[in-house]
């Protein structure tokens, strides 16, 4: 996978956040997409990126996750059932894509680790998982393309 540094921009997006155990990721992400589209639409927004997970810190036997979608917003502030549209903050970050069943994301993201370690860069403490596919619609889950964001400290 190539990694490549680039300055990410700050945006708006609306999501559902919670503390997740790591073995319940899968009911919380269907859980929190459907909740944000719903209350998205309710709120007269618009959806304008794939959708994605936000690991606020780094997984243990938990994590806290926010997971949705970008959002068409003006503002900041609570939608209704626990979502919000909240800002995602900017700046550089290590960005790779990687191609492959979700199942070997955790060798993915262990690139990332080599690649920081020989850049001597510094992590900001959180990532994201852009799910560029959506896996219903492929055929085969190798077919499936995650864009893997590290921010990074300037």
């Known amino acids: 996978m190539d990694i490549t540094l680039e300055e990410q921009p700050t945006v ?3 999501v559902l956040r919670e503390r997740v155990a790591m073995d319940a990721l899968v009911a919380f992400y269907d859980r929190a997409y459907r909740a944000a589209l719903q209350e998205v639409a309710a709120a007269g927004l618009t959806i304008t990126g794939p ?3 936000w690991y606020r810190d780094m997984p243990t036997d938990s994590v806290d996750l926010a997971a949705g979608f970008w959002v068409g917003a003006q503002a900041v502030g609570a939608l209704a059932g ?3 549209v909240v800002e995602l903050p900017g700046g550089p ?3 790779g894509v990687h191609r492959g069943g979700y199942d070997t ?3 993915a993201w262990a690139e ?6 020989q850049q001597d860069a510094t992590m900001r403490g959180d990532f994201l998982e852009v799910y560029v596919t959506d896996p219903s ?12 964001v590290l921010p990074l400290v300037s």
Do not use: I, S
């Open 12 to 14: 708006l997006v609306a």
């Open 51 to 53: 959708a994605f997970g």
């Open 82 to 84: 626990g979502v919000e």
């Open 93 to 95: 970050a290590a960005v």
């Open 105 to 107: 994301l955790p060798a």
């Open 112 to 117: 990332f680790r080599t690649w920081t370690m």
């Open 137 to 148: 619609a492929v055929a085969e889950a190798d077919q499936n393309e995650t864009r893997l």
